[in-house]
């Protein structure tokens, strides 16, 4: 099917061995609104063994049929080798690109070929630490925390991790060469903005210069920032659009495979809501690159249907939506982003058209993705209302692996629906039973 084929002119252009020069940076292109983003996780290593930032660039078409508007990268910056364990998050240099992943050129065609697609593009920074052979180890030893009774660079604390260099926040220099690294993508590449890895470890009067700087450099195009933390002054100090549902997820793997009840969805939402500031958005996923090294989606949650039962639960209820690659083909194993894992992306085709349907549903209908939210507790269903002045949704997903009868909310009984996934009309009686995993999305006929 067409969304699975991989764009001719770039297919021709990789066969050939052609690379085609990136432009100056796309000047039309208007990044989506933060509560309006459907974004997409790309790991390089799915994508290619070597040229794989070209590898991503030749399925853009695919990719950008999923529906989302905003790709997320992860790191493509030159690896550190001494103590190194070939992680991306283990950097040597932040304003180069990696042999394996390929050139700055071609991360400057991928962010064109983004904007040319209406897609922003933003990338993964690794604030918090260095490869321990990065240059300023040795140029900048004071840019680095020390231990107190040896004098010697120490690793992040508490982490075990042990092929990386703790940066010292307190030194002003060091902080002024971060900031200008960051605006190298900004201003020479073009890029839409980050995604900050350990946000949380890196304090927030420092996002607030960079972040502000940045969207300075950026103008008169708009960024987005993307914290991995949950530190409420990521937000009311740093200047960050969104940050993770870790919460959310964590209770949607205990709803779904430790028999929690539904209403648990509904408790966690409103607890990581409740400590947002206003305009500030939950990105929700039902996997990303940290979580499928664990396990797939359709193993977390028992197999293809819990899984999707399980996004329709994440995206509609509250908050951005995410699709890590892979997970739009249901690759069942796990994925370890330290080496080159490759994907069947002409895999379950039926299943990639379902995540297109849905994202289609979350950026044609305002009310889904950001209208205002009713809910009616129960224990094996999760049934909620997403409306706003023009719609009303009336959600209803089995959370469990066996038929269950769910009850229709008195002002929702006798009323005339469209079923949004099949397009037949029906007049909703007192209650309905679903299959195993079952999802059901109602709006009410106009």
Same mark, same amino acid.
């Given at each position: 099917?067409?969304?699975?084929?991989?764009?001719?002119s770039?297919?021709?252009?990789?066969?050939?061995?052609?690379?085609?020069?990136?432009?100056?940076?796309?000047?039309?292109?208007?990044?989506?609104?933060?509560?309006?983003?459907?974004?997409?996780q790309?790991n390089?290593?799915?994508?290619?063994?070597?040229?794989?930032?070209?590898?991503?660039?030749?399925?853009?078409?695919?990719?950008?049929e999923?529906?989302?508007?905003?790709?997320?990268?992860?790191?493509?910056?030159?690896?550190?080798?001494?103590?190194?364990?070939?992680s991306?998050y283990?950097?040597?240099?932040?304003t180069?690109?990696?042999?394996?992943?390929?050139?700055?050129?071609?991360?400057?065609?991928?962010?064109?070929?983004?904007?040319?697609?209406?897609?922003?593009?933003?990338?993964?920074?690794?604030?918090?630490?260095?490869?321990?052979?990065?240059?300023?180890?040795?140029?900048?030893?004071?840019?680095?925390?020390?231990?107190?009774?040896?004098?010697?660079?120490?690793?992040?604390?508490?982490?075990?991790?042990?092929?990386v260099?703790?940066?010292?926040?307190?030194?002003?220099?060091?902080?002024?060469?971060?900031?200008?690294?960051?605006?190298?993508?900004?201003?020479?590449?073009?890029?839409?903005?980050?995604?900050?890895?350990?946000a949380?470890?890196v304090?927030?009067?420092?996002?607030?210069?960079?972040?502000?700087?940045?969207?300075?450099?950026?103008?008169?195009?708009?960024? +987005?920032?993307?914290?991995?933390?949950?530190?409420?002054?990521?937000?009311?100090?740093?200047?960050?659009?969104?940050?993770?549902?870790?919460?959310?997820?964590?209770?949607?793997?205990?709803?779904?495979?430790?028999?929690k009840?539904?209403?648990?969805?509904?408790?966690?939402?409103?607890?990581?809501?409740?400590?947002?500031?206003?305009?500030?958005?939950?990105?929700?996923?039902?996997?990303?690159?940290?979580?499928?090294?664990?396990?797939?989606p359709?193993v977390?949650?028992?197999?293809?249907?819990?899984?999707?039962?399980?996004?329709?639960a994440?995206?509609?209820?509250?908050?951005?939506a995410?699709i890590?690659?892979?997970?739009? +083909?249901?690759?069942?194993?796990?994925?370890?982003?330290?080496?080159?894992?490759?994907?069947?992306?002409?895999?379950n085709?039926?299943?990639?058209?379902?995540?297109?349907?849905?994202?289609?549903?979350?950026?044609?209908h305002?009310?889904? *993705?950001?209208?205002?939210?009713a809910?009616?507790?129960?224990?094996?269903?999760?049934?909620y209302?997403?409306?706003?002045?023009?719609? *009303?949704?009336?959600?209803?997903?089995?959370?469990?692996?066996?038929?269950?009868?769910?009850?229709?909310?008195?002002?929702?009984?006798?009323?005339?629906?469209?079923?949004?996934?099949?397009?037949?009309?029906?007049?909703?009686s007192?209650?309905?039973?679903?299959?195993?995993?079952?999802?059901?999305?109602?709006?009410?006929?106009?």
């Open positions: 099917m067409k969304k699975l084929i991989i764009s001719i770039a297919a021709l252009l990789l066969l050939a061995g052609c690379k085609p020069q990136p432009k100056s940076i796309t000047s039309d292109f208007q990044l989506a609104a933060v509560d309006d983003i459907a974004m997409y790309v390089p290593r799915v994508f290619a063994p070597q040229n794989s930032l070209r590898a991503v660039a030749a399925r853009i078409d695919s990719i950008r999923l529906g989302v508007n905003v790709m997320w990268v992860m790191p493509i910056y030159p690896i550190g080798i001494e103590k190194g364990k070939n991306p283990c950097i040597s240099n932040y180069e690109v990696a042999p394996e992943f390929g050139t700055v050129d071609d991360f400057k065609y991928l962010t064109q070929v983004c904007h040319e697609h209406q897609m922003g593009i933003i990338l993964d920074w690794v604030a918090n630490h260095t490869a321990w052979d990065h240059p300023w180890v040795k140029e900048h030893p004071d840019w680095y925390t020390h231990d107190a009774e040896t004098d010697t660079i120490i690793h992040p604390r508490p982490w075990d991790w042990y092929d260099a703790d940066l010292n926040y307190d030194n002003r220099d060091m902080r002024r060469a971060m900031i200008d690294a960051m605006k190298f993508w900004i201003v020479e590449v073009g890029i839409d903005g980050f995604r900050c890895d350990v949380d470890g304090p927030a009067d420092f996002w607030k210069d960079a972040i502000n700087e940045l969207r300075q450099a950026a103008k008169p195009r708009q960024i +987005v920032m993307l914290a991995e933390g949950k530190r409420s002054d990521n937000f009311t100090i740093g200047g960050f659009d969104m940050n993770y549902g870790w919460d959310f997820k964590d209770s949607l793997v205990h709803v779904f495979k430790d028999g009840p539904a209403s648990d969805l509904i408790a966690a939402d409103k607890a990581e809501y409740d400590s947002l500031p206003a305009g500030k958005v939950k990105l929700r996923f039902t996997t990303n690159h940290d979580h499928a090294t664990e396990a797939a359709v977390e949650f028992t197999n293809v249907r819990g899984s999707m039962a399980a996004y329709v994440s995206i509609y209820l509250h908050g951005g995410l890590y690659g892979s997970q739009e +083909v249901g690759y069942p194993e796990t994925i370890n982003f330290f080496k080159y894992v490759p994907v069947d992306w002409s895999a085709a039926a299943l990639y058209e379902e995540y297109e349907e849905l994202i289609e549903l979350y950026n044609e305002p009310a889904l *993705r950001k209208g205002k939210l809910c009616w507790p129960a224990q094996d269903v999760l049934v209302e997403k409306s706003d002045d023009k719609e *009303r949704f009336l959600i209803l997903v089995n959370v469990r692996n066996n038929t269950q009868e769910a009850l229709i909310p008195s002002e929702w009984i006798g009323v005339e629906v469209e079923d949004e996934m099949s397009d037949k009309k029906q007049k909703l007192d209650r309905i039973l679903l299959a195993p995993y079952e999802y059901r999305i109602f709006e009410l006929e106009k």
